[in-house]
């Protein structure tokens, strides 16, 4: 493999062809330190359900009856550390809400289970909260707004921005 070489020869290629509009992302596997400890944060905080244990190494976990959205193991990892500051590797990966009053929701259990947010952001396009998962992983809930309703210029283009979200106000949502 030439890694060094992939960044020179990907530099002045243009795709022939856009990606498909209907791909989506699917699921994420992270690597914890801990399963029971990363368990009491995605299906005891978050209420993601568990779909499968393989042994006491690996959880898979859903919303909605889905195989799973969320891989967790300790395959590589097991006692590990998080990456330092300063190194590549995942910046977060992000979890959608359906609706406002159900981030409201998500935003009630994390006060609860007292984490702290490192972030609360209205984007234009959706609103969005910014945690660590206990194997530090960064980790966004989020709930977007309907394309309708995205801000954009005088020349039709997105104009995303980042702005304070009223975590007040979205809390007073939370069981509509």
């Not at 030439?2 to 596997?29: C, F, W, Y």
């Not at 005088?154 to 007073?172: C, E, F, I, K, V």
Request: hydrophobic residues 40%; aromatic residues 8%; negative net charge.
């Amino acid at each position: 493999m030439q890694h060094a070489n992939n960044k020179s020869r990907a530099e002045g290629l243009m795709p022939s062809r856009l990606i498909d509009s209907g791909v989506t992302m699917g699921h994420v596997h992270l690597k914890v330190a801990n399963l029971e400890r990363a368990l009491g944060f995605y299906r005891d905080v978050l209420g993601f359900q568990v779909t499968q244990l393989i042994g006491d190494s690996a959880a898979f976990l859903s919303a909605g009856g889905y195989h799973h959205h969320i891989g967790l193991n300790t395959w590589e990892s097991l006692g590990g550390s998080p990456p330092a500051p300063g190194t590549t590797g995942l910046f977060h990966h992000a979890i959608r809400y359906p609706t406002r009053p159900a981030l409201a929701d998500a935003l009630r259990r994390v006060v609860a289970a007292d984490i702290e947010l490192e972030g609360a952001s209205d984007h234009g396009v959706s609103e969005a909260l910014y945690l660590r998962d206990p194997d530090d992983n960064g980790v966004e809930l989020y709930w977007d707004r309907s394309p309708e309703k995205w801000p954009r210029n005088a020349d039709g283009q997105l104009a995303m921005y980042t702005r304070h979200l009223d975590l007040a106000g979205l809390l007073s949502e939370a069981g509509r």
